[in-house]
């Protein structure tokens, strides 16, 4: 009697210690963070579980929370935190130079593995913050430090020399870099697979050509707001054979020739023309004809553009094509009557022209 009273236990047990743990690890690994964390307080028995399990807190979140700099340096000390992967800091408040200086000084063995840093928006980083968290992060992969005017190239020298294998870096809005940052990065980072500059103010074409000649992995690449590059340097952007996506939004100096030389990207899925006023329809009909990929296209506001473009992309790139933006086109004079039936059958987005 005995016997059979601890053979219909076993699974009763093997249910509670194997099953009932993976279980709660599976669904805890779809839970935002602070549902997780709420959940270590139910009991001895699910804290263990949970705190023991490496996969569960590879992620820190902090973005847009208060008092984010001890709240990090905080969640880093914790054990179950020494393998996290990712941080996103973006626009946290409270964060500042000094709390990745003591990131660096108490906490560097948990960084070790952190392969996505997000700053954006944390705008009392300076260079002194970049120095410390870069130095304590050397398995760094993407970096991102978005609306910062206080990092110059002093930090991208700093990220440089720590950090060795950045593929995805997004500079957008941190006015203070220039062609020294590109430099750096050009010599540093030739596998490089992301880059965004935009409205990085203090580049030029110069900056851009060290990109252009050194980086030819470079699949994304946000040129948004930089109206200064020459024609020259767009001519220079058919050695990116490997380019996705594109934003030339405001390019005022590229021409026909840039974008006959851009058309040679032949890959290219997004490609976001908006206000590039000296285009015509020879060049847009020369990317039509060159990257029959094409899923999304802005040519918002030029002038230049006529139903030739719109007949060329109707031939090259109508099964791909799924966001056509015309507006401002005002030269496109039958875009829903003679096109219509070639184009929007793809078309998710078609505006009208006015």
């Known amino acids: 009697?005995?016997?059979?009273?601890?053979?219909?236990?076993?699974?009763?047990?093997?249910?509670?210690?194997?099953?009932?743990?993976?279980?709660?690890?599976?669904?805890?690994?779809?839970?935002?963070?602070?549902?997780?964390?709420?959940?270590?307080?139910?009991?001895?028995?699910?804290?263990?579980?949970?705190?023991?399990?490496?996969?569960?807190?590879?992620?820190?979140?902090?973005h847009e929370l208060n008092n984010a700099g001890n709240r990090l340096v905080a969640a880093l000390s914790l054990p179950r935190y020494k393998h996290?992967?990712?941080?996103?800091?973006?626009?946290?408040?409270?964060?500042?130079d000094k709390h990745l200086e003591?990131?660096?000084?108490?906490?560097?063995?948990?960084?070790?593995?952190?392969?996505?840093?997000?700053l954006n928006g944390c705008q009392k980083i300076s260079d002194q913050g970049v120095e410390a968290i870069t130095s304590a992060c050397s398995n760094m992969r993407v970096f991102s430090i978005y609306w910062n005017v206080r990092v110059t190239d002093v930090g991208t020298q700093h990220l440089v020399q720590?950090?060795?294998?950045?593929?995805?870096?997004?500079?957008?809005?941190?006015?203070?870099?220039?062609?020294?940052?590109?430099?750096?990065?050009?010599?540093?980072?030739?596998?490089l697979e992301s880059l965004n500059i935009t409205r990085c103010i203090k580049l030029s074409d110069s900056g851009l050509q060290y990109?252009?000649?050194?980086?030819?992995?470079?699949?994304?690449?946000?040129?948004?707001?930089?109206?200064?590059?020459?024609?020259?340097?767009?001519?220079?952007?058919?050695?990116?054979?490997?380019?996705?996506?594109?934003?030339?939004?405001?390019?005022?100096?590229?021409?026909?020739?840039?974008?006959?030389?851009?058309?040679?990207?032949n890959y290219l899925v997004y490609l976001n023309l908006s206000w590039c006023v000296r285009a015509t329809d020879a060049g847009v009909i020369a990317l039509a004809e060159g990257c029959s990929y094409l899923e999304l296209l802005s040519l918002f506001g030029i002038l230049g553009v006529t139903d030739q473009s719109l007949e060329a992309l109707s031939r090259s790139c109508s099964s791909t094509l799924k966001t056509l933006d015309v507006?401002?086109?005002?030269?496109?004079?039958?875009?829903?009557?003679?096109?219509?039936?070639?184009?929007?059958?793809?078309?998710e987005h078609i505006p009208t022209v006015g």
């Open 211 to 265: 990109i252009l000649r050194s980086c030819s992995s470079l699949k994304s690449l946000n040129l948004y707001a930089l109206s200064s590059f020459t024609d020259e340097v767009y001519m220079s952007m058919s050695l990116l054979t490997q380019l996705r996506f594109l934003d030339l939004c405001g390019a005022q100096n590229l021409s026909d020739q840039g974008l006959m030389c851009i058309a040679k990207c």
């Open 327 to 347: 507006n401002g086109c005002i030269n496109i004079k039958f875009l829903l009557t003679a096109y219509e039936n070639v184009l929007t059958n793809t078309l």
């Open 84 to 96: 996290v992967k990712q941080i996103n800091l973006e626009f946290a408040q409270d964060l500042e």
């Open 1 to 62: 009697m005995a016997e059979k009273k601890t053979h219909q236990k076993l699974p009763q047990l093997q249910w509670r210690k194997e099953t009932v743990p993976r279980v709660f690890i599976i669904v805890s690994s779809k839970l935002p963070q602070r549902d997780l964390i709420s959940l270590l307080l139910v009991s001895p028995w699910l804290y263990r579980t949970l705190a023991s399990n490496p996969s569960l807190w590879q992620v820190l979140d902090f």
């Open 102 to 118: 003591l990131l660096k000084n108490k906490c560097s063995s948990s960084l070790q593995n952190l392969e996505i840093l997000n």
């Open 162 to 191: 720590n950090c060795k294998h950045v593929i995805d870096l997004n500079f957008s809005g941190c006015k203070n870099i220039s062609d020294k940052s590109m430099q750096l990065v050009a010599d540093a980072y030739q596998k």
